[in-house]
């Protein structure tokens, strides 16, 4: 398979415009009254019986959502997972972070999020990261997923969802995002795809936010014999959230059974 689809590494500075790009989004979403914004999110969910019922059930009454409830329901709502986790870190977690859901149904002990926008998210009024960090609840970061600050081994459950296409280095992140997660442990890795079709279109092909395209063979690669899939499906184009841009979607919870692993893609 030729990789003319496939862009797993840019510049430093085609990686800084992206995350200029993707602050300057998140920073006018929330100039907004966060308590009007508040308000908007109910107003918007009550329209979808079955959503407004995940948001009660989750008791996520603070402002803020990015996909988050689509990823949870694209991963079985992590019926996988063990019902108790001493120690999560979510990488690129953005402003609302999917820990804040996957808390809900695993009981975590102690839960890092990292995110190189970080110092601008915590910024944010009303969300469950600036609330949890506040109450001393959670450990945030500004670390890039390339370059994580952990020990070898350090977490239980890893949490990379929406992640890669906004990264400076792919399969970077992957060695890095393996080499924090015990062995036993479980990594939670949803992605976008891209392959030749997608990038036949130029407005795609140079998407200032998402300056990584990755196709399912890099991360079928990655994970191979090093991890047992305990959910692992590919959505097809039409099922994912942007049908125009992407082929699908990836979803995948691993169990790490191998700790002699490194990505090479």
């Keep these: 398979m030729g990789n003319t689809f496939e862009t797993l590494k840019?510049?430093?500075?085609?990686?800084?415009?992206a995350q200029e790009f993707e602050g300057n989004l998140w920073m006018q979403h929330n100039r907004r009254n966060p308590c009007m914004k508040m308000l908007a999110k109910f107003v918007k969910f009550m329209r979808y019986p079955r959503r407004f019922l995940n948001y009660l059930r989750c008791r996520d009454f603070l402002c803020g959502d990015?996909?988050?409830?689509?990823?949870?329901?694209?991963?079985?709502?992590?019926?996988?997972l063990p019902k108790y986790c001493e120690k999560a870190l979510e990488v690129g977690c953005g402003p609302y972070t999917n820990t804040r859901l996957i808390s809900k149904i695993c009981n975590i002990k102690e839960i890092h999020c990292c995110d190189p926008l970080m110092d601008v998210y915590k910024s944010f009024r009303l969300t469950w990261l600036t609330r949890q960090y506040a109450k001393n609840k959670i450990k945030i970061y500004n670390d890039k997923c390339e370059d994580l600050r952990f020990e070898n081994a350090s977490f239980d459950i890893v949490i990379c969802i929406n992640v890669l296409d906004h990264v400076q280095n792919a399969p970077q992140c992957l060695n890095e995002i393996i080499r924090v997660t015990k062995q036993g442990g479980c990594i939670i890795l949803g992605q976008d795809l891209s392959d030749e079709e997608d990038?036949?279109?130029?407005?795609?092909?140079?998407?200032?936010?998402?300056?990584i395209k990755i196709h399912h063979a890099v991360l079928d690669r990655t994970f191979g014999d090093s991890f047992e899939p305990l959910l692992k499906k590919i959505l097809p184009r039409d099922k994912g959230r942007n049908p125009d841009a992407h082929y699908g979607t990836y979803i995948y919870i691993g169990q790490k059974i191998c700790n002699n692993h490194r990505c090479s893609a």
């Design 10 to 17: 840019v510049t430093k500075k085609r990686w800084a415009d």
């Design 199 to 211: 990038l036949s279109n130029e407005m795609i092909r140079n998407d200032v936010g998402h300056p």
């Design 66 to 80: 990015d996909w988050n409830y689509w990823w949870m329901e694209q991963f079985d709502r992590y019926k996988t």
